[in-house]
């Protein structure tokens, strides 16, 4: 069956550094756009970052500058590296199959002092 399983996630401290995974089998992971998305507490799921089946990102405005997004396609997996991160990217961070239904099931960001 599908599976995404995202990992990486933790406590850092403001400015600090984190990478996420997201690992995704029982697809053909090539022909999908996949995406990073997350949810703080009280607040709904919101879109991070996207990546299509030909590398091409796209960010929301509150990561420019501040997070990349990357696939490889050999590995199946796409990953979320945060840079500079602030409290207010504490989340849970979800990965997706875009325009799909499938998504993971999630890793808690924590930026705290």
């Known amino acids: 069956q599908v599976q995404l399983v995202e990992s990486g996630g933790g406590l850092v401290q403001p400015g600090g550094s984190l990478r996420l995974s997201c690992a995704v089998s029982?697809?053909?992971?090539?022909?999908?756009?996949m995406g990073w998305y997350r949810q703080a507490p009280g607040k709904q799921r919101g879109v991070v970052a996207t990546i299509t089946t030909d590398s091409e990102p796209a960010y929301a405005d509150f990561v420019k500058g501040r997070f990349t997004i990357s696939r490889d396609n050999a590995k199946s997996t796409v990953s979320l590296q945060m840079n500079d991160l602030k409290p207010e990217d504490t989340a849970v961070y979800y990965c997706?199959?875009?325009?799909?239904?499938?998504w993971g099931k999630g890793t808690l960001v924590a930026v705290s002092s």
């Open positions: 029982g697809v053909d992971f090539s022909i999908f756009h």
């Open positions: 997706k199959l875009d325009n799909s239904a499938y």
